[in-house]
């Protein structure tokens, strides 16, 4: 798999919610989206949960898609999803839950580049609700590449 931004504040100083991560990963692996899943450092002491999509839903000129997950024992999380094109160009946004000066606690880095935030309201944020939030987004990402 291609590999995941390394871990940057705040994420680095919250332990990581390995029962969730888990739990994230039977759903994920279930998923016919999915191809593949993997943690780091490994399945005993996951710190983050990588997910490589299924590279045959995508348009050729989309290389790799993957999530990245990282949730932790306060409740936060961030799911960044990347897509990388043939041309070099990164397609990315992350649903975020952390303290932070910039934004609510619950933002959203829109795509393409994942720089732009805008608060983000999400009806429940329990781990499963919000894997659906975005896998459903994924979803019609790859509906739009193909449209």
């Given at each position: 798999m291609s590999q995941p931004p390394e871990d940057t504040p705040p994420y680095s100083t919250n332990p990581p919610d390995r029962q969730t991560l888990r739990l994230l990963e039977r759903h994920l692996s279930a998923d016919s989206?999915?191809?593949?899943?993997?943690?780091?450092?490994?399945?005993?002491?996951?710190r983050l949960l990588?997910?490589?999509l299924d590279g045959g839903r995508y348009?050729?000129?989309v290389t790799i898609a993957r999530l990245d997950i990282?949730?932790?024992t306060t409740g936060d999380f961030s799911l960044h999803y990347v897509e990388e094109h043939e041309s070099g160009e990164h397609w990315?946004?992350?649903w975020d839950r952390h303290p932070n000066p910039h934004s609510t606690r619950v933002h959203f880095h829109a795509?393409?580049?994942?720089?732009?935030?805008t608060d983000l309201g999400l009806q429940s944020?329990?781990?499963?609700?919000?894997?659906?939030t975005v896998l459903t987004a994924i979803e019609?990402?790859?509906?739009t590449l193909w449209g």
């Open positions: 989206l999915v191809a593949g899943t993997e943690f780091d450092p490994d399945s005993h002491e996951p990588s997910v490589l348009p050729d000129s990282r949730w932790f990315e946004c992350r795509p393409p580049s994942g720089t732009e935030i944020l329990h781990p499963l609700e919000v894997y659906s019609q990402r790859i509906e």
